[in-house]
């Protein structure tokens, strides 16, 4: 599967973004989705997840209640919502698909990435 990630750009703390990841093949409702973010000079860290169904999510503490993750099986996509943006929200957002739900960075499959800026 391959995947493409949109949505990023430079809003102000407190503000919002939505993030888009769409995928090709026509297996998406097969896959886990997840979204991860790497900022410089810090190791890439798990944000969000679903799973097949969407039934299940994970959040990171640090976004709990903030994001929410979202997928549409018929657009082949899935959505990150940010709410209450801060400046540590920082940071190159990669969206990945793997058969299994995962909170690790093992998945199987990544995007490109999308820059998200976040002013104070």
């Known amino acids: 599967v391959q995947l493409q990630a949109s949505g990023g750009g430079l809003v102000q703390a407190g503000g919002s973004l939505r993030l888009s990841c769409a995928a090709s093949g026509r297996t998406f409702s097969s896959y886990a989705m997840g979204w991860f973010r790497q900022s410089p000079g810090k190791e890439r860290e798990f944000v969000a997840a679903t799973s097949w169904s969407g039934g299940t999510t994970y959040y990171a503490d640090s976004v709990k209640g903030r994001f929410t993750i979202s997928r549409d099986n018929a657009k082949n996509t899935v959505y990150l919502q940010m709410n209450s943006l801060k400046p540590e929200d920082t940071a190159v957002y990669y969206c990945?698909?793997?058969?299994?739900?995962?909170?690790?960075?093992?998945?199987?499959?990544w995007g490109q990435g999308t820059q998200v800026t976040v002013s104070s």
């Open positions: 990945t698909a793997d058969y299994v739900l995962l909170r690790s960075d093992e998945y199987h499959y």
